[in-house]
């Protein structure tokens, strides 16, 4: 597994390149009775989503990659735990996730709700569209 940094990413070897993965809800096209796909964008949302919920020693072979999420949600809700995990996140990404340039990361802590509100804004690789990915963080009990 490759690691990469913000620097050593070549923007020429993904140019007109596009992205397709499995849809991990599992829906089926009506049409072709297959499995759905995304593409696109959509395709690295679920990427990084499932990058960032993975626990540590969840990937056979791969313990280095994990994206330590679920370590915060034991942690008091805090401006400093906030801070803590908009750093994972962005090292996260950069390391593990080689077609995005991550531009900014917000992470907001929602006492009312008791959980963090995660604001993740990237662009492609091969392209300079601004892309964002929104979800909530909580801690079920």
């Known amino acids: 597994m490759a690691i990469y940094s913000q620097e050593s990413k070549d923007i020429t070897k993904y140019q007109g390149r596009t992205w397709s993965d499995l849809d991990l809800n599992f829906g089926i096209n009506p049409t072709t009775k297959d499995i ?9 949302k679920q990427s990084i989503k499932n990058l960032l919920m993975t626990n540590r ?3 056979p072979f791969h313990p280095e990659i994990y994206g330590g999420l679920y370590e915060y949600l034991f942690e008091p809700l805090h401006p ?3 801070t803590s995990m908009q750093h994972s996140i962005e090292h996260v990404i950069n390391t593990f996730e ?3 340039r991550v ?3 917000t992470v ?4 009312t709700e008791d959980g963090y509100d995660i604001l993740i804004i990237f662009t492609l690789i091969n392209t300079e569209q601004l892309i964002e990915v929104e979800f909530f963080l909580e801690r079920l009990r």
């Open 98 to 100: 080689p077609r995005v």
């Open 36 to 44: 759905r796909k995304k593409n696109g964008e959509n395709a690295i």
């Open 103 to 105: 531009e900014e990361v």
């Open 57 to 59: 020693g969840e990937r």
């Open 80 to 82: 400093f735990t906030a």
């Open 108 to 111: 907001t802590e929602n006492s």
